[in-house]
């Protein structure tokens, strides 16, 4: 079946250290991929996508992701969080439709 | 201007009660969802319509109606609600064509009582 695993369920890391959340999926072909953040009782925004071509893919606000077809990975990072940053961000990846992983929660404590 | 709206943002209710929530997306695009959030987060597709047409229907219990009175428009109707519904959901657009990049509305939080 078809899925989205992100592992880390809630992460914390201190203002201005690197972030990097990880991202794992099962599909039999590559899907698109996707990673989106929501920040509390707020929508979904969409920071990047990926769907060929160059495997490290730029974002808004800073985060970059990097597709790794052999890991089947496509893991989040950005070199110096900012305390806005803190909220739950969300894996996602799609052929047809499009398949939410659960989330992390990211804290940034001072 | 917003890009995907929804009405209303909060919506508290009785069991046993019929509401329904409405979704709106000035974009132009051709393909709207419904997601349901629960409370731990988990985002689950309900419903897609594409140019007024259901495309994607997730076993969804058919006390969820949803109706596309014209492609900017995504309404989502709720009978008999149940304590299991209470839940955030979550309108979202989709231009034709653009692999999945879907565009969210700021979701609406459901309790029901």
Same mark, same amino acid.
């Given at each position: /079946?078809?899925?989205?695993?992100?592992?880390?369920?809630?992460?914390?890391?201190? =203002?201005?250290?690197?972030? =990097?959340?990880?991202?794992?999926?099962? $599909?039999? /072909?590559?899907? $698109?991929? @996707?990673?989106?953040?929501?920040?509390?009782?707020?929508?979904?925004?969409?920071?990047?996508?990926? @769907?060929?071509?160059?495997?490290?893919?730029?974002?808004?606000?800073?985060? =970059?992701?990097?597709?790794?077809? +052999?890991? +089947?990975? @496509?893991?989040?990072?950005?070199?110096?969080?900012?305390?806005?940053?803190? /909220?739950?961000?969300?894996?996602?990846?799609?052929? =047809?439709?499009?398949?939410?992983?659960?989330?992390?929660?990211?804290?940034?404590?001072? | 201007?917003?890009?995907?709206?929804?009405?209303?943002?909060?919506?508290? %209710?009785? !069991?046993? &009660?019929?509401?329904?929530?409405?979704?709106?997306?000035?974009?132009?695009?051709? %393909? !709207?969802?419904?997601?349901?959030?629960?409370?731990?987060?988990?985002?689950?597709? !309900?419903?897609?319509?594409? &140019?007024?047409?259901?495309?994607?229907?997730?076993?969804?219990?058919? *006390?969820?109606?949803?109706?596309?009175?014209?492609?900017?428009?995504? &309404?989502?109707?709720?009978?008999?609600?149940?304590?299991?519904?209470?839940?955030?959901?979550?309108?979202?657009?989709?231009?034709?064509? *653009? *692999?999945?990049?879907?565009?969210?509305?700021?979701?609406? *939080?459901?309790?029901?009582?």
């Amino acid at each position: /079946a078809q899925s989205v695993t992100q592992p880390d369920i809630h992460i914390t890391v201190s =203002e201005g250290a690197s972030l =990097e959340l990880r991202c794992n999926y099962s $599909y039999g /072909a590559t899907p $698109y991929l @996707f990673w989106y953040v929501q920040s509390p009782g707020q929508g979904l925004q969409l920071l990047l996508k990926y @769907f060929s071509g160059d495997t490290l893919v730029q974002g808004i606000k800073g985060f =970059e992701a990097e597709f790794k077809r +052999s890991q +089947s990975s @496509f893991n989040l990072r950005k070199p110096s969080v900012h305390w806005s940053d803190a /909220a739950e961000y969300f894996c996602a990846a799609a052929n =047809e439709k499009l398949t939410f992983g659960t989330g992390t929660r990211l804290t940034i404590i001072p | 201007d917003t890009a995907v709206s929804q009405t209303p943002k909060y919506l508290v %209710t009785q !069991m046993g &009660n019929d509401k329904s929530i409405k979704c709106e997306q000035n974009l132009g695009h051709d %393909t !709207m969802y419904w997601y349901k959030q629960d409370s731990k987060k988990f985002l689950k597709i !309900m419903f897609s319509y594409n &140019n007024k047409e259901l495309i994607i229907n997730e076993t969804v219990p058919n *006390r969820f109606s949803p109706k596309s009175p014209d492609k900017a428009h995504l &309404n989502l109707h709720i009978n008999s609600l149940e304590l299991g519904d209470s839940a955030v959901y979550f309108c979202a657009s989709e231009a034709s064509g *653009r *692999r999945n990049t879907q565009y969210f509305g700021p979701g609406t *939080r459901l309790t029901v009582l």
